[in-house]
């Protein structure tokens, strides 16, 4: 029988070993935590009100069929399995001069609703998502569903449009460029500028093209799965124990063993209790694991093929140190990564919705500390708050909120980070207070901290990054490392580091195109 290893589970790992499975594979997954979803992951704070569930990274769910696609393969329904809701409201958007704005699914409503707050026609934000989802759909055929690095995918009919549209589709001119253009509000422009970090970039540098992603929001919408984000973890874990799948975790993979050119097998560490749907444990220092530390019990295993859900930089760097390494793309910069608070807050807002933004007043500073200065953050940083306790009211106890606060932090440097993190603390408790007219810091009755260094250790993303590598450039889709090894036969990669990018829908494509290739 043919036989495959997967290592890591995360949301790309689980997708891949779900398709190795209906193909007929018996598939093992070898993961470092005791539990499933890498950064899909959920956690437990106790307050004293009572106990605050968070989901630890991804907040928004968008392109929900490619979940539902696994299902319908594997011969099930989705809705017998995965729930999931359609936002009414996308964002709820707040600035320091008392301006707020609701970001509505219904798009016509939000272009009313910009045209009535800041005075910038409806049309013009209609007539964007109009050529949004035009590059999209121009974008979607060439890009995402095919390996860039087969000479099949650059001379079909689906290429051939990328071509002729190639001046449409903002190839050449930047994001922030293209947003002034279309808008006249300052304000506009920073709202949509902000679609560069749904794949950690700076709207400065990064191009136009990436003005596709307001087209998943607003044009097909912004989800939320009504047992938590980490229920697309759980069900898909679940629906790959049924396809036979067997979950090794607790259980590093130390070594990809290579002979003659081919890979063979995998060495792995400590072989950990079987662990069912156990949760993460808050984030702390001590509760990190180190996946590939050298064991003195390591054992190896055959596999026919072998799939790499961690991060492409560790992979070469730890699991296959003597083997040439691809160094022009591990040397690509990094996305950006994130600095984040979960908060038990002993009191409820109706002022904000599931999704919330309090924006900087000086975006481009705001970058310009991310991308270049890259020692702290700015001052004055975008704060995004979610509360899922808004749409599943047991994630919190009574009369309280779990509010989960993100802030784009520069990728992990070795920077000072409890000073950054004392810092940024007081920075985002005075920017909520002010906004929100109430102290926010005597609120709050727990905490839980991530930062680019415990996101590093947790998943081993090279240097805590979100999303692999930055999209700051116009060659950067083509740097991504491909979905298998041009060097070493059987050796695949998915996941949030290789083609086509980071972020949950792009991290089920790889699987999708790692295992048809
Ligand atoms: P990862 O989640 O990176 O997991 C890799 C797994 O491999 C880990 O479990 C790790 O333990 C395991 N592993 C690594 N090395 C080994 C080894 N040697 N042996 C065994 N196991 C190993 N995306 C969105 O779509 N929407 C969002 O709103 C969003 N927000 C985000 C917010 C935050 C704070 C974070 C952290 C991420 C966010 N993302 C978001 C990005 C998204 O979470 C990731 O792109 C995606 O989950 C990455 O999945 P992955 O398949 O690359 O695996």
């Known amino acids: 029988m043919k036989t495959a290893a997967v290592i890591g589970a ?20 070898f993961e470092a935590n005791e539990y499933p979803g890498g950064k899909l992951s959920t956690f437990d704070v106790a307050g004293a009100s009572g106990t605050y569930r968070f989901d630890a990274g991804p907040s928004l769910f968008t392109l929900p069929h490619l979940v539902e696609e696994l299902f319908r393969l594997a011969g099930e329904n989705p809705a017998d399995h995965f729930e999931y809701l359609r936002l009414p409201e996308i964002c709820r958007y707040f600035w320091d001069d008392g301006t707020r704005l609701t970001a509505w699914a219904d798009t016509h409503a939000f272009a009313q609703e910009v045209e009535t707050k800041l005075g910038e026609p409806a ?38 449009r990328g071509y002729l ?44 093209l990436l003005n596709i992603i307001p087209h998943l929001e607003y044009n097909i919408g912004a989800f ?32 990809i063993v290579v002979q003659k050119g081919r890979a063979v097998g995998v060495k792995i560490g400590k072989k950990g209790e079987r662990v069912e749907g156990r949760k993460a444990m808050p984030p702390s220092p001590a509760s990190l694991s180190s996946p590939s530390s050298p064991s003195s019990r390591s054992s190896f295993l055959p596999f026919s093929r072998i799939v790499s859900n961690m991060d492409v930089t560790p992979t070469y760097r730890r699991l296959m140190p003597t083997q040439p ?24 807002f109706p002022e904000l919705d599931m ?41 919190a106890p009574p009369g309280c909120e779990n509010w989960f606060i993100l802030l784009n932090a520069p990728a992990n440097e070795g920077q000072d980070w409890d000073a950054i993190i004392a810092q940024t603390r007081q920075d985002v408790i005075r920017k909520l207070s002010r906004n929100l007219g109430v102290d926010v810091g005597s609120l709050i009755e727990c905490e839980a901290i991530l930062d680019p260094r415990t996101i590093e250790a947790r998943t081993s993303s090279a240097q805590g990054a979100l999303y692999g590598t930055a999209s700051n450039n116009r060659f950067a889709a083509f740097l991504r490392h491909p979905n298998f090894s ?32």
């Open 486 to 517: 041009s060097r070493i036969d059987n050796l695949y990669f998915v996941g949030g580091s290789v083609h086509p990018g980071g972020g949950i829908p792009l991290c089920l494509l790889s699987a999708k195109i790692a295992t048809e290739l």
């Open 355 to 395: 999704h919330n933004i309090f924006f900087s007043n000086d975006y481009r500073t705001e970058f310009d500390y991310l991308f270049n200065k890259r020692d702290r953050l700015y001052e004055d940083p975008t704060v995004y708050v979610n509360i899922t306790s808004k749409n599943k009211p047991d994630d």
């Open 165 to 208: 549209n190639l001046p449409r589709l903002g190839v050449f001119g930047t994001m922030n460029g293209a947003n002034k253009r279309a808008f006249e509000h300052p304000k506009l422009v920073q709202l949509f500028n902000r679609y560069a970090t749904y794949n950690g970039s700076d709207p400065y540098q990064t191009p136009a």
């Open 123 to 160: 049309h013009r934000v209609t007539s964007f998502l109009k050529d949004s989802a035009f590059k999209y759909e121009v974008t979607d055929g060439l890009f995402l569903h095919d390996s860039l690095h087969k000479a099949g995918t650059w001379l079909n009919r689906k290429a051939l």
């Open 325 to 348: 390494a691809p160094e022009r793309t591990l040397r690509q910069p990094r996305s950006s990564s994130g600095l984040i608070f979960y908060w038990g807050i002993r009191q409820t």
């Open 10 to 29: 995360g949301i790309g790992g689980i997708a891949a070993s779900i398709r190795l499975a209906v193909k007929g594979y018996e598939v093992h997954v």
């Open 224 to 255: 939320f799965p009504k047992q938590g984000m980490v229920s697309i973890t759980n069900s898909l874990v679940k629906l790959a124990k049924r396809q036979g799948v067997r979950f090794h975790f607790g259980t590093p993979v130390e070594e």
